[in-house]
C-alpha cells in the first residue's frame, strides 16, 4: 500500500512550451501533496504545497505563475511548468501524506525527469 | 533555522561494515525524523523515522540514534551491503502536515 505515482517519468520539451506532471496517489486519500526540485547531486527543494481543493502555498523564490499546480482530487495534483527555459530542466518529485495512516506517513514518487532543450 | 545539516558529504565503507552518517538542527518544534534512501533517478524511498521522545530505534540493520539535548541524530547501517550503495537524506518536520526539511544527502559506497 501507500503507491505513489507521477507520470511521464521523464519528458523532453522546446523551450517555451508549457509540461504538465501527474501526481497520483494509488491506494489512498491524500489530503495533503508536497512538489519538490532536485538538481543533479543536490537535495529536494520544496517548491510548493498543495491542498485539496485549495490554491498552493509557494515556498519563497518559487514563481507561482510559472509552476502552476492544481490539487483537484483527494488523488491527483499536476504541476504545470509554463513557458519552460533550459535552467527549469530539473528532477521533479511529488509526495502525499496518507490521511487516514497519522501525519508522520508521507510517501514519495517516483519523479519525473524533465529536460528542456 | 530551519535547516538540517547534514555529514558527512560523502562515505565508502568496507563490506560488512558499520556506515554513520549525522545530522544536527536548530529548530527545537522539529518533531518527527526521518531517513531517506534514494538510488539514482528514483524517488526518496522512507528507511526508518524516529520522534524526539525516543533515544533510539532500529528497524533490521538500520538505526536511529537521536540525543534531543544536543539536537543531533545519527544514521547507522549495520554490515553494511554493496546495495546500500545509495544517496541518504536526513529529514526533519516541525509540525503535523508540513513539509519535510531535507538534508544535503551522504552519497555512500559499500565495496566489496
Known amino acids: 500500500g501507500a503507491v505513489v505515482s507521477q507520470h511521464p517519468s521523464r519528458v523532453i520539451c522546446k523551450s517555451g512550451t508549457s509540461v504538465k506532471i501527474e501526481c497520483r496517489s494509488l491506494d489512498f486519500q491524500a489530503t495533503t501533496m508536497f512538489w519538490y526540485r532536485q538538481f543533479p547531486k543536490q537535495s529536494l527543494m520544496l517548491m510548493a504545497t498543495s491542498n485539496e481543493g485549495s490554491k498552493a502555498t509557494y515556498e519563497q523564490g518559487v514563481e507561482k505563475d510559472k509552476f502552476l499546480i492544481n490539487h483537484a482530487s483527494l488523488t491527483l495534483s499536476t504541476l504545470t511548468v509554463t513557458s519552460a527555459h533550459p535552467e527549469d530542466s530539473s528532477f521533479y518529485i511529488c509526495?502525499?501524506?496518507?490521511?487516514?495512516?497519522?501525519?508522520?506517513?508521507?510517501?514519495f514518487g517516483p519523479g519525473t525527469r524533465l529536460t528542456v532543450l | 533555522q530551519q535547516q538540517v545539516k547534514q555529514s558527512p558529504q560523502s562515505l565508502i565503507v568496507q563490506k560488512g561494515g558499520i556506515s554513520i552518517i549525522n545530522c544536527a538542527y536548530e529548530n527545537t518544534a522539529f518533531d518527527y525524523f526521518p531517513w531517506y534512501q534514494q538510488f539514482p533517478g528514483k524517488g526518496p524511498a522512507l528507511l526508518i523515522a524516529i520522534r524526539p521522545d525516543v533515544s533510539e530505534k532500529k528497524e533490521g540493520r538500520f538505526t536511529i540514534s537521536f540525543n534531543k539535548s544536543a539536537k543531533q541524530f545519527s544514521l547507522h547501517i549495520m554490515d553494511s551491503q554493496p546495495g546500500d550503495s545509495a544517496t541518504y537524506f536526513c529529514a526533519a518536520r516541525n509540525q503535523a502536515g508540513t513539509a519535510l526539511i531535507f538534508g544535503k544527502g551522504t552519497t555512500l559506497s559499500v565495496s566489496s
Open positions: 509526495s502525499a501524506r496518507d490521511r487516514d495512516r497519522g501525519y508522520n506517513e508521507q510517501f
